[in-house]
Nanobody
Framework: QVQLVESGGGLVQAGGSLRLSCAAS????????MGWFRQAPEKEREFVAA????????YYADSVKARFTISRDNNKNMVYLQMNSLKPEDTAVYYC????????????????WGQGTQVTVSS
């Protein structure tokens, strides 16, 4: 059974930075893609970023492109989301997810989910 645990959320002023981390258990981590999603109050969960199993391909939502960077360390079973130039509209609970689906921007592609970490950006 794979477990994902996010950390690194918090309160930051607009323009600031945060780095989210996601620790994965299990020996199959390096075989599946990882993604970050977020959900703001009264909104649907939305895709933020994803990275393939090797780290060679990354994908971003238009709203975060050039501000966020996803990366992974398969030796440490970790995935990261570096968030720069944060905006109040980035406020949400951020979830990491892992899976083997090909529709990497779709939550249904992912089999495993973390519990989420709150990111709040003040104006």
């Amino acid at each position: 059974q794979v477990q994902l645990v996010e950390s690194g959320g918090g309160l930051v002023q607009a323009g600031g930075s945060l780095r989210l981390s996601c620790a994965a258990s299990g020996r199959t981590f390096r075989s599946y893609a990882m993604g970050w999603f977020r959900q703001a109050p009264e909104k649907e969960r939305e895709f933020v970023a994803a990275i393939n199993w090797s780290g060679g391909n990354t994908y971003y939502a238009d709203s975060v492109k050039a501000r966020f960077t996803i990366s992974r360390d398969n030796n440490k079973n970790m995935v990261y989301l570096q968030m720069n130039s944060l905006k109040p509209e980035d406020t949400a609970v951020y979830y990491c997810a892992g899976g083997w689906g090909t529709a990497i921007r779709n939550p249904t592609a992912y089999d495993y989910w973390g519990q989420g970490t709150q990111v709040t950006v003040s104006s």
